[in-house]
């Protein structure tokens, strides 16, 4: 049985049809790479795995271990192992990183954790993305600059430790620095704790820190190539125009 | 005279809209005596209707409902205990001075002897006025009035009891001093009256709580506030107004002023959770060179609670400071009114000042105002102002979703997190808690309608 397993999604917001029928499977261990163009419906796909509500799905599933989720209330997929580290995370004024992550964490176990294991879990995840332990006294997001947000998106997940993370656009905005930061973060999850992913981007900075073994390329809503990290080079060498212009001449 | 003739937006209508403005209008200071002020101010009770505020076709705040011939003063005996409704909103933390008037009686009215050593004075007004005539009619109504309409007059005319603290200069206090107006039934009317006063470089904190224990029916609280801070004095002054939830009809119409003194400091948080219809005029003075003060307000309306409240930053001379901030939210089809005026006087050159206010609407029933107005009569100063009217961010609920939370306590933490800011600048944990648990319960209580309105949109 797959981890994450979407089939033949169709989703539309408004009034505009989005994905046409998407494939892809993600199973644990395994990373991931969907990249496209602007505009190709990569974001929405990341929304849509996690529930947002301004998504509607018209046709098709996505299931988690067997699980069908396509109706389920967001905090049920984060529940079940999923994670997105979101594009332009939002600021949440007056709550800190350690009381929301705290909170997070209780939502997804039986047992509130200890104050004595939450310390020791912050320490190592703020080690691992190289903030001060100051940061997570901060409101969350408040005030942080683009790389601080990405920053704290990762170490969001490090604490919580999902099965499959999503991770919508995550080197957009980020110094070379940064960037290495949080690819190093996704690569320890990975080796950790066998965490899968599944990098969107729209660049292929991240690609150039964190390996994928598989790769899928999104245009006008629809999985268009498939491949493993050798299609990274090509659309970099290439650009997205070839794959264009073979789905022009398919249709 | 009455707000309502002398103050028409449209001369000559009969019911005009009123124009808010700082307080102006009769009170002490010409020489008369506490006794005169009061009789002076019977008169014009007796004399005026019961007042109407009417800012436009869309915000009125009238009192017909209310019958003022049913409503009696609600005498106690001091010395018993203290209701539990009281002891667990104060809790039991050392405090300063606790003084507690239970409908139209001070009960309760106790010091540290430490601090009555060092000359500090906190009692019930009436017997201030008693044992201390000289220091109470130094002070007493300087900057209230007692003729802008009829339950000002009532407070200044009708009043029992009441709090009077006095804290000599150069006296440092960290515990607070506490005082608590208590309503317990229906039928009952409080007049009341605090009078505080901080000498040269005294240093205190002073908590007013407003507090009702459960009952169904209508009640009336009219009350005046009065605090003066010498200079380089510094308070932080806390109301926390819960005058109880649905049913409990409490009426609350006064007026609070503060005024700081050269090189003084005051932060004032007024805090409303509670109230079925509020009408208060709040206003600080920064009326000396240097001068500062801090506004942090925070109101919370739900079910067909009516709250109004209008605020006046008024500085009376140059080179004062001024920082307002209002955070507020409203559940249920409860109505509530933020009107904030900065005002600075002919002559008040370089006095800087800013306010701003915020309101969530948590239910479509909900009508929530923000209106943020300036006055500035002279140049060279700095006065801004901005206001938001908005809905709660369906952005951040579904971020906290993502990460697991449940919708609830989304909400919760978002809500609680937009007063935590301001909560926490008081410095004050006991009062933090207690304004953190009534939130928490408020949005309990509300928590089917905020879902049902975030479906809806």
Redesign the interface.
Known sequence: MPDLEIKNLHVRTEDREILRGVDLTVDKGEIHALMGPNGSGKSTLANTI????AYEVTEGHIRFRGEDLTEA???D???AGL??A?QY??A????SVAN?LR??MN??REEDITVKEFGKDLKHAAELLHVDRSFTSR?LNDGFSGGEKKRCEIL?MAM?KPEIAVMDETDSGLDIDALRTVAEGVNALHRETGMGALIITHYQRLLHYITPQFVHVLLDGRIVREGGPELVHQLESEGYDFLRNEAAVDA | MPEATTRSAKPGAAKAAVLNSALDGEGAGDGRSVEEIRAAALAVYESLPLPTWRRSGFWTTSLRDLDLDTLEPDHHEGGSELPAVVTDAIGDEPLAGLLVQRGASVVHAQLDPELAERGVIFTALEDALRDHPELVAEHFMKRLTYDRHKLDAAATALWSGGAFLHVPDGVVVEAPFQVVYLIEGPGTVQYAHTLAVGGANSDFRLREYDLAAPFEGPALHAGHFELYLGDGARCRLAHFQDWGGAGQEVHDVSTHVAEVGRDGHCLWMPIHLGGHLTRQHIELVTAAQGSDMRHRGIYFTEGDEHLDLFTVDLHEVGHTTGDTVWHGAATGASRASYEGLIKIVKDAQESHTYLQTHSMMLSPKAKVDAIPSLIVETDSVSASHGGTVGELDEALVFYMQARGLPRADAVRMIVEGYFEPIVTQLEDERLEGLVRERIAAKLAAAAEDISAYAAAR
Do not use: K, S, T, Y
């Open positions: 996690l529930g947002h509500p209330d967001p905090e997929r984060a529940q994670f997105l979101f995370p939002v949440i004024p007056g709550v929301f909170m997070a939502a997804n409101h969001q919580l």
